[in-house]
């Protein structure tokens, strides 16, 4: 390494400008052969840092937001889900929801896409640069015990829930929450209501929701209220991708035998 080379390095190491050091002996001989100014070869080397910290907070945020795995809208097959409104899932993908602090709600029998939608959403957004968190409900309430548990109720909610800019809330009415679990699912709700977006996914029609909270009418319709008062729902319907691809596979044919 030459000795200007070694004191950009200590220079771009104490700024923290990775994205410098990376691409400076490259600009620079571009700058030489296209004949830059000097503000053009710095407005140049500042974008290359400012991309390369924008690729670094895309890889370190789809890292946090716990992904069960990472799907894409280009991957969904529209044709087969029924009942699933390509404009509308579009319109979604633009992000737009979020800046509005708005909901979005997966409706849907097992199988149907519901999680890979808001998976793909999730990971349009943490592309875009905005933090996402994705959680299962059961998991968001036994981290909500845990930490009322532990005298940590507040540091968990500020970071788990009020913290991403997005937060997804899957699996919404497999398992029945108790009264006390119900509540903290509410104040979830409460706490991020016309603050910021988010997406939940359910099996159930909202009719059935009490079901899920202990039959406590009161507090579903309350959480209902502020769910949907900006929202959009998005309501699939049809059979289990699943098993579809089962049934290409052959696999359910031999199940029933
Ligand atoms: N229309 C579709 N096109 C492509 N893949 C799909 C489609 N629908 C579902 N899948 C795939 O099928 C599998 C199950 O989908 P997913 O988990 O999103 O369903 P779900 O509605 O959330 O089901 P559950 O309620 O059981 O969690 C996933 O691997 C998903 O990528």
């Known amino acids: 390494m030459n000795l200007q080379l070694a004191r950009l390095h200590e220079l771009t190491e104490e700024l923290q400008l990775a994205g410098v050091e990376t691409n400076a002996t490259a600009l620079a001989q571009q700058a030489a052969k296209e004949e ?11 974008q290359s ?7 670094r907070k895309q890889v370190m945020f789809t890292r946090m937001a716990g992904f069960p795995s990472l799907k894409s809208l280009e991957e969904f097959d529209f044709t087969f889900a029924t009942g699933v409104p390509k404009k509308q899932v579009n319109e979604l993908a633009t992000l737009s929801f979020i800046e509005r602090k708005e909901n979005i709600v997966l409706l849907g029998p097992s199988g149907v896409g519901k999680t890979h939608i808001a998976s793909a959403l999730g990971y349009k957004a943490v592309q875009a640069g905005l933090k996402t968190r ?25 970071r788990s829930v009020l ?5 997804i809330i899957d699996e919404i009415g497999y398992l029945p929450f108790s009264a006390q679990e119900s509540k903290l699912l509410f104040d979830v709700i409460a706490k991020r209501y016309e603050k910021g977006a988010i997406i939940l996914t359910s099996n159930l029609p909202f009719g059935q929701w009490g079901s899920i909270f202990a039959n406590d009418t009161a507090l579903t319709s309350a959480m209902l209220d502020r769910i949907l008062h900006h929202s959009h729902i998005v309501q699939i319907k049809g059979e289990s991708y699943r098993i ?5 596979a052959g696999l359910m044919e031999n199940l029933n035998k």
């Open 163 to 167: 913290a991403p800019r997005l937060l």
């Open 36 to 46: 830059w100014d000097y503000l053009q070869f710095l407005e140049r080397i500042l």
């Open 244 to 248: 579809k691809e089962k049934k290409q």
């Open 49 to 55: 840092e400012q991309k390369h910290r924008h690729q």
């Open 134 to 158: 994705f959680i299962s409900a059961s998991d968001l309430i036994l981290q909500l015990t845990t930490a009322q548990r532990q005298d940590k109720y507040k540091q968990v909610m500020q």
